[in-house]
């Protein structure tokens, strides 16, 4: 299994940096950074890690990327806040209260988990044939 974990600050430019980490990562794992694969954990990641960023305080979140032997990619944000998330219907005319409802769709499957202190949010996505790393 090939891992990859770093922290972010809690802030726009953090979840913007994990974002674009998850996706060279990826690349580096032989997913191709324009690929199906790449652009969709990449978007999932970016909302567990904009979640993060607007519902907790504190200084950081963790974020962790797993490849596993059955191309099953999993990517997971850890944050000091005990509260579990919450998929909620989007308020009309606005851009928020969809984040979840992304990772929903877009993920092969999704959860959460409480921590000590805290909780991990994390998506699952299992990569189509097409987008298999060469060799794979």
């Known amino acids: 299994m090939a891992d990859f974990s770093m922290r972010f600050t809690l802030t726009p430019r953090g979840a913007r940096l994990a974002r ?7 690349e580096k794992w032989g997913y ?4 199906v694969t790449s652009e969709t954990l ?5 909302e567990l890690a904009t979640n993060a960023v607007r519902h907790t305080s ?6 962790r990327l797993t490849a596993g032997a059955d191309h099953t990619l999993r990517v997971e944000v850890t944050d000091g806040s005990g509260q579990l998330p919450v998929k909620a219907a989007p308020t009309p005319g606005t851009e928020s209260s969809r984040g ?3 990772v929903e769709a877009l ?12 909780k991990t949010v994390w998506a699952e996505l299992t990569a189509p044939e097409n987008q298999k790393p060469p060799g794979a």
């Open 20 to 26: 674009h980490l998850v996706a060279d990562q990826l």
């Open 32 to 35: 191709p950074f324009d690929g």
């Open 42 to 46: 990449s978007l999932i990641t970016s």
């Open 58 to 63: 504190g200084d950081d979140f963790h974020l």
């Open 100 to 102: 979840l409802l992304i």
């Open 107 to 118: 993920a092969t499957r999704w959860g959460c988990h409480e921590t000590t202190p805290g």
